[in-house]
């Protein structure tokens, strides 16, 4: 083999491993301008995903704000029921008593009724509003 030879073949060695670097060189190229682009969109993403947290952030610190005025609202209203029903008790023990009278008015006046009767029927009188008369 010849000298001549001899550069010839490893300069076509040469040159095939230069291609096969500019081959590399370029899926490289490739593949760091992907890497860049799958970065600034997972950026982006991180960007709208913290926008996302704070609005849930502002949305449950309302939602909580909102649960406390009710919970205070609940007490007041629970405060208010356990009053009434005090006063339905006090009402409900003079309803009682009114009632009890009442009867006892009742009866007394049924007594008097039967008395006045037996006096006017001793004494011959006549109701002119009486079907009798």
Request: no cysteine; aromatic share 0%.
């Given at each position: 083999m010849s000298e001549m030879e001899e550069?010839?073949?490893?300069?076509?060695?040469?040159?095939?491993?230069?291609?096969?670097v500019v081959e590399q060189?370029?899926?490289?190229?490739?593949?760091?301008?992907?890497?860049?682009?799958?970065?600034a969109a997972l950026q982006?993403?991180?960007r709208a995903d913290m926008q996302?947290?704070?609005?849930?952030?502002?949305t449950q610190i309302e939602?909580?704000?909102?649960?406390?005025?009710?919970?205070?609202t609940v007490g007041v209203l629970l405060t208010g029921?356990?009053?009434?029903?005090?006063?339905?008790?006090?009402h409900t023990e003079?309803?009682?008593?009114?009632?009890?009278?009442?009867?006892?008015h009742g009866k007394k006046l049924?007594?008097?009724?039967?008395?006045?009767?037996a006096i006017v029927r001793h004494m011959g009188i006549t109701d002119s509003r009486s079907p009798e008369a």
């Open positions: 550069l010839r073949r490893r300069l076509e060695a040469l040159e095939a491993r230069v291609d096969e060189q370029a899926a490289t190229r490739h593949l760091a301008v992907n890497s860049d682009r799958d970065v982006e993403q991180r996302l947290l704070q609005a849930l952030r502002t939602h909580s704000k909102t649960l406390r005025e009710l919970g205070t029921q356990i009053e009434l029903a005090r006063v339905q008790d006090k003079k309803l009682d008593e009114h009632g009890k009278k009442l009867d006892e049924d007594r008097l009724t039967t008395s006045v009767d």
